[in-house]
């Protein structure tokens, strides 16, 4: 596959606008809700973005999917640690914890067990 101008892919630039689009779909307050983001979207960026967290957070955080109200099944049971130290349990639904952390916390926080406050999301 050719390179676009800054390197990447056709397939990673599509994917980055997709991924653009649907977050920013959830922004515009009306009746999309990060629920109803496509599983394939979520079972992707989720631990894309768990791989981002690297500073996020001044705590360390256990980040866990719960089978309850998740669209992508791959990721159900899912646990991922995030720092060192005691760490804070964000538990919920794949979407919910995909949303809280791609900077949507007001869209996830009734989904999760807690939604501590992250550096803004890039």
């Not at 959830?26 to 631990?47: E, F, K, M, Q, S």
């Not at 999760?112 to 890039?122: G, I, N």
């Amino acid at each position: 596959m050719l390179p676009t101008e800054h390197g990447d892919s056709a397939r990673e630039w599509i994917y980055r606008r997709w991924r653009e689009v649907e977050v920013h779909h959830v922004d515009l307050a009306g009746p999309y809700t990060p629920d109803r983001w496509p599983p394939l979207l979520i079972a992707t960026l989720l631990p894309e973005e768990v791989e981002r967290m690297t500073g996020r957070s001044d705590r360390a955080l256990r980040l866990r999917v719960d089978a309850a109200g998740s669209v992508a099944p791959e990721l159900v049971g899912r646990e991922w640690l995030v720092g060192d130290g005691d760490p804070v349990e964000v538990r919920g639904p794949d979407w919910a914890v995909l949303a809280w952390l791609a900077g949507r916390p007001s869209v996830a926080t009734g989904a999760l067990s807690a939604a501590p406050a992250l550096s803004e999301w890039r």
